[in-house]
């Protein structure tokens, strides 16, 4: 795989990565395809070695979640995805997608669980220099005065997240 495929890759994983219950996790159609296998035969390996699943590694998703989760992935206007699912879904946090790759035994599996691996590393990364950061503006706060306290309100502002999902692009239908 050449650096270019494999940054390629890593971007497209990392946008199947979502925060559910506090945990980064991957959901299991998107990880059965990134190993090329249907979702089925992934769940099927994973109830045959369930002893390998503690609910640290994998956890199916209540009917709120999934449905939610659905809405923000979903595009697709027509279908409504998440509104008629018939198996609510397991996710899969970093070590229980390295452990259904290993229970798949393809090669393919490995070599995606290697990436998979690597971007939730990248993510943790991140994350840790987003709190030095927050710690260093900290620090600076205190040695200047209140003239710059607007500076570290917008800095502040920048760096939060938004607890509420971001407005949907493109048309919608509204229920009535």
Same mark, same amino acid.
């Given at each position: 795989?050449?650096k270019?495929?494999?940054?390629?890759?890593?971007?497209?994983?990392?946008?199947?990565?979502?925060?559910i +219950? @506090?945990?980064?996790?991957?959901? &299991?159609?998107?990880?059965?395809?990134? *190993? @090329?296998?249907?979702?089925?035969?992934?769940?099927?390996?994973?109830? +045959?070695?369930?002893?390998?699943?503690? %609910?640290?590694?994998?956890?199916?998703?209540?009917?709120?979640? %999934?449905?939610?989760?659905?809405?923000?992935?979903? !595009?697709?206007?027509?279908?409504?995805?998440? !509104? /008629?699912?018939? *198996?609510?879904?397991?996710?899969? $946090?970093? /070590?229980?997608?390295?452990?259904?790759?290993?229970?798949?035994?393809? !090669? !393919?599996?490995? $070599?995606?669980?290697?990436?998979?691996?690597?971007?939730f590393?990248?993510?943790?990364?991140?994350?840790?220099?987003? &709190?030095?950061?927050?710690?260093?503006? &900290?620090?600076?706060?205190?040695? *200047?005065?209140?003239?710059?306290?607007q500076?570290?309100? $917008?800095?502040?502002?920048?760096?939060?997240?938004?607890?509420?999902? +971001?407005?949907?692009?493109?048309?919608?239908?509204? &229920?009535?």
């Amino acid at each position: 795989m050449t650096k270019r495929e494999s940054m390629i890759l890593a971007e497209r994983i990392m946008n199947l990565i979502f925060n559910i +219950r @506090g945990t980064k996790v991957i959901i &299991d159609t998107d990880l059965a395809a990134l *190993y @090329g296998v249907s979702t089925k035969v992934l769940n099927q390996a994973v109830k +045959r070695n369930i002893d390998r699943f503690p %609910a640290s590694f994998m956890f199916r998703l209540k009917k709120n979640e %999934a449905k939610e989760l659905f809405s923000l992935r979903s !595009q697709n206007v027509t279908l409504k995805r998440g !509104q /008629h699912v018939k *198996y609510l879904p397991y996710v899969f $946090t970093e /070590h229980g997608a390295l452990m259904s790759a290993n229970i798949l035994r393809s !090669q !393919q599996a490995i $070599t995606i669980s290697i990436q998979i691996i690597e971007v939730f590393v990248r993510m943790r990364k991140l994350l840790i220099s987003y &709190d030095d950061l927050a710690c260093k503006l &900290d620090e600076m706060e205190k040695n *200047y005065d209140y003239q710059f306290q607007q500076v570290f309100e $917008t800095i502040r502002q920048l760096m939060t997240t938004p607890d509420t999902p +971001r407005r949907k692009i493109g048309f919608q239908v509204r &229920d009535e």
